[in-house]
């Protein structure tokens, strides 16, 4: 299954703080997140219901960098995977795509 998941770069929403208030794991240093990432998977980060999991996209971000040790060039592959998962028209995409690219060069 991972290695279709994988070559057909099926996309993988997680909603790591989500994750860890409904106990999947037991603390977000624990997630799975990074080991998806590595093996090569179209893992995302996203939010689900903020108000009662405690987290918008970008605390879920700024969380998981945190506890994962992810780097700004994992960080900008999970980017790079929601708007490629995204419904956005393609040229939109490669805008957005542009322009993690330019941020990404402006810090190095």
């Keep these: 299954m991972v ?5 057909e770069r099926i996309p993988l929403t997680v909603c790591p703080l989500s994750n ?3 106990r999947v794991v037991a603390d977000l240093a624990q997630h799975p997140l990074l080991r998806i990432l590595d093996k090569g998977l179209m893992v995302t980060i996203n939010s689900d ?3 009662y999991f405690g987290g918008y996209v970008q ?3 700024r969380a998981s960098a945190e506890a ?3 780097g700004r060039d994992e960080v ?3 980017a790079r995977n929601a708007i490629a998962a995204s419904l956005m028209p393609q040229p939109e995409k490669a805008k957005l795509l542009a322009e993690v690219d330019r941020v990404l ?3 190095t």
Excluded: K, Q
């Design 3 to 7: 290695d279709r998941l994988a070559r």
């Design 68 to 70: 994962l040790g992810l």
């Design 59 to 61: 605390e879920n971000y």
């Design 49 to 51: 219901d903020p108000a």
């Design 105 to 107: 060069a402006a810090t």
């Design 76 to 78: 900008a592959a999970i």
């Design 20 to 22: 860890v208030r409904l």
